[in-house]
């Protein structure tokens, strides 16, 4: 685990109850998950980036 930026408690633990979640889905499902989530986590970033540009003008 990268120590610079360690998981708290709490995440760890939804981290956990995720794992679980993950592992009773079949191939179909892991994979329609996987692409939700990597849409997500591209929409955070494009979230980020407007407010950090926002930000500095």
């Not at 591209?42 to 407010?51: E, H, P, Q, T």
Request: hydrophobic share 40%.
């Amino acid at each position: 685990m990268d120590t610079k930026n360690p998981l708290t408690l709490e995440q760890e633990f939804n981290l956990t109850i995720y794992r679980k979640k993950v592992y009773r889905l079949n191939d179909k499902q892991i994979k329609q998950h996987l692409i939700l989530t990597l849409k997500q986590m591209i929409i955070k970033d494009n979230i980020i980036k407007l407010f950090i540009k926002n930000s500095l003008s």
